[in-house]
């Protein structure tokens, strides 16, 4: 499985990344594995899949499934 950091985002709270967690743990067919790298109280957050394509593509079908999941919980 292979591992996406996502520094470029900044650092997140522990329970800003449980929830993210929550929300797209196994999501898509990519089967998104979520954690967080913790230094300190500051988060840097992970994907991991097994899905075979280049970082950029990977990172930005992931921001594409977070605007949704976003899109779908503010439209209720």
Known sequence: M???TFEELGYFAERECEKIK?????YSFMNFDIS???????????VK?????????IKNFFLHCA??????LTRA
């Open 2 to 4: 292979k591992e996406y």
């Open 22 to 26: 929550e929300c797209l743990q196994g």
């Open 36 to 46: 967080w790298s913790n230094c300190a109280g500051n988060c840097t957050l992970v």
């Open 49 to 57: 899949t097994d899905y075979d394509d280049t970082a950029k593509n």
């Open 67 to 72: 605007l949704g999941v976003i899109f779908e």
